[in-house]
């Protein structure tokens, strides 16, 4: 039985895994989706359907899926549904609301303060114990995020720091607001739902296209549509969404979260190397930099946590 406990946590180890790797190239595609459908409406299709999928799916797997999901923790649907949901439209609305593909770029790497800041979380939410050490990785991480807010020649200041947040502040915002849920989201699905063998993810993708689908009808935006966008959609909605944020989910929920949470320090790294050529984008120094900052710091942050 201990063997078989042992086996069902390192594979879901594995698909939290599968889900880092997925990630890598959600901002690449989703902001070249957004320039040619426009963020509220890349939002409404990618979420829909992918939620659709992923109750298909689970629903051939088990017929009884629904009745299961809506006996999970009310803490769980409600609570982690509203951070995952919140999650969700931040990023996508964030890297719509980006006035260049590089600006996309940077707030893909405030986006990824979000390992540091699970593993951060984790201590309050899940009584897991800390070092002295978890202060300086956590600094680095936002050291990182500061550089890749400043001037784009190097120019490390306060006032460009200031100017650049002022000239457009709104997906800045929007992305600290995506890193902060998404930890909070990991961790609390953790301590409220690890002994459930379902998740809701389809319920919270669905909820998630449904509002979008809302906000549409009150703002007009105008698409453009191809083979590209059509295979970039099909790209997004199975991928780095139905598996992608099920895969993380059942992590989170089953799997060693201190190793998945600690190796997704890579995904910022992993997404400016696949944006900047998917979107022939000339990363520099400052992004490179940034982005190594916050994976070092999300690294020390990791080993600054020993798991209750």
């Not at 990023?91 to 593993?119: D, K, M, V």
């Not at 993810?201 to 909820?207: A, D, E, G, M, S």
């Not at 449904?210 to 909605?237: D, G, H, P, Q």
């Not at 949470?261 to 910022?268: E, G, I, N, V």
Request: charged share 10%.
């Amino acid at each position: 039985m201990i063997e078989k406990k042992k086996g069902e946590k390192d594979n879901n180890t594995v698909l939290g895994i599968l889900a880092i790797l997925f990630w890598g190239s959600t901002v690449a595609f989703s902001r070249s989706l957004t320039e040619q459908l426009g963020p509220i409406t890349t939002g409404v299709l990618i979420f829909i359907f992918s939620g659709l999928l992923s109750l298909l799916f689970l629903l051939i797997q088990s017929p009884k899926y629904l009745i299961k999901m809506f006996k999970l923790p009310a803490n769980y649907l409600w609570g982690c549904g509203s951070l995952f949901v919140l999650y969700m439209l931040s990023l996508y609305l964030a890297i719509g609301l980006a006035l260049s593909r590089q600006q996309a770029i940077e707030i893909s790497i405030i986006n990824y303060l979000w390992p540091g800041l699970t593993l951060l979380f984790s201590v309050p939410v899940l009584k897991n114990r800390a070092r002295f050490t978890i202060i300086p990785g956590i600094i680095i991480g936002f050291a990182g995020v500061y550089i890749a807010m400043n001037s784009p020649h190097g120019d490390a200041s306060i006032h460009h720091f200031s100017e650049n947040i002022n000239n457009n502040i709104i997906p800045y915002a929007l992305a600290f607001v995506a890193a902060i849920s998404w930890a909070l989201y990991s961790t609390l699905s953790r301590k409220w739902a690890s002994q459930n063998e379902e998740g809701a993810v389809p319920l919270f993708l669905l909820i998630t296209g449904i509002i979008l689908l809302v906000v549409m009808v009150f703002f007009k935006e105008y698409s453009f549509w191809n083979s590209r966008v059509v295979l970039e959609l099909i790209y997004m909605v199975i991928f780095p969404t139905f598996l992608a944020y099920s895969f993380w989910d059942r992590a989170m929920r089953k799997g060693n979260i201190i190793l998945v949470a600690s190796l997704s320090y890579l995904t910022p790294i992993l997404s400016v190397f696949i944006s900047s050529i998917y979107l022939k984008t000339n990363v520099g120094f400052r992004l490179w930099f940034a982005s190594f900052l916050v994976v070092i710091g999300a690294l020390i942050s990791k080993y600054s946590i020993t798991e209750s």
